[in-house]
């Protein structure tokens, strides 16, 4: 028991005496802000997860806990070291982070106020949204059939009327015939994505960020990568009808999952898109 003891004793630092100083100081509000901090973390990083800046977070763990252990131990040469690079990187890491952060608040804004819609409007909402989903899997269900390539965002919390306005205005109720009409492969609007906003049809023919990941497959076409790179600025759902497969694909949260029919594809839209849907 002593040999043990012994050993746990390294270069001068009682490492039983510091545990039990720390165990002794620990209270009942420091539980509380470690479970808090605890949950923000876990928030911040599935967040951040997929994104470009999300590569960044194992650096600053790291750094976090040689700061942190650096401090327990008195390792006063660790400590000064890491201490400057965070206080000096702090507003280095704000501006990298900006576009996420800005993301971040903005769905926390939008969560708000969603919540806030009473239920008749919610009721008519979900109404507008079951026809938009029947309508979007219809012409899913063509394009698919026929090796069509589209392109289908659709807006939820997040507002991407910036993206609305890279292509051109349609402000039109979602239809099979006209989403068909603008993905055939002669027309001028079929390159482009469709962005639906509030139940319309806002505009065709628009630009969507394509995704600096490099961890998807290389196989994948301008299309799916425009998908996942929206679904990386944005809460939306991005549908992608592959031109050469037919395949039906669904980006969202950062993810892009394939193998979709269009029965299936009804049934992510209705979770996702009617509240009502299954008692939601």
């Known amino acids: 028991m002593n040999f043990l003891l012994s050993t746990l004793n390294i270069g001068g630092i009682d490492i039983v005496s510091k545990f039990k100083d720390i165990v002794s100081a620990f209270q009942i509000k420091d539980a509380i802000e470690i479970l808090i901090l605890t949950v923000i973390f876990f928030f911040a990083f599935r967040f951040l997860k997929g994104r470009k800046a999300g590569a960044l977070i194992l650096g600053i763990a790291i750094c976090f806990v040689v700061l942190v252990l650096s401090e327990i131990f008195e390792f006063r040469a660790l400590y000064s070291i890491f201490s400057g690079i965070i206080s000096s990187g702090a507003l280095v890491v704000f501006v990298i982070f900006q576009p996420e952060i800005r993301e971040a608040l903005e769905r926390i804004g939008s969560g708000s106020i969603h919540g806030l819609v009473n239920l008749s409007d919610r009721r008519k909402k979900d109404e507008l949204y079951f026809n938009v989903v029947e309508?979007?899997?219809?012409?899913?269900?063509?394009?698919?059939?026929?090796?069509?390539?589209?392109?289908?965002?659709?807006?939820?919390?997040?507002?991407?009327?910036?993206?609305?306005?890279?292509?051109?205005?349609?402000?039109?109720?979602?239809?099979?015939?006209?989403l068909r009409n603008i993905f055939f492969n002669k027309a001028p609007l079929h390159d482009g994505?469709?962005?639906?906003?509030?139940?319309?049809?806002?505009?065709?023919?628009?630009?969507?960020?394509?995704?600096?990941?490099?961890?998807?497959?290389?196989?994948?076409?301008?299309?799916?990568?425009?998908?996942?790179?929206?679904?990386?600025?944005?809460?939306?759902?991005?549908?992608?009808?592959?031109?050469?497969?037919?395949?039906?694909?669904v980006a969202f949260d950062c993810e892009l999952t394939t193998g979709y029919t269009p029965e299936a594809l009804r049934v992510f839209l209705m979770e996702n898109l009617v509240k009502s849907f299954n008692g939601k």
Request: contains cysteine; proline residues 2%.
């Open 193 to 249: 994505a469709v962005v639906i906003e509030e139940g319309r049809i806002a505009a065709a023919g628009c630009f969507l960020p394509l995704t600096r990941r490099t961890d998807i497959d290389p196989d994948l076409g301008t299309r799916h990568r425009a998908a996942i790179g929206m679904s990386e600025v944005s809460d939306a759902i991005i549908i992608v009808v592959s031109e050469e497969t037919g395949g039906i694909s």
């Open 135 to 178: 309508n979007i899997c219809s012409a899913v269900r063509e394009l698919s059939a026929d090796s069509t390539g589209a392109l289908i965002v659709v807006e939820r919390t997040t507002r991407i009327s910036d993206i609305a306005s890279t292509g051109i205005k349609i402000n039109a109720n979602v239809s099979s015939s006209l």
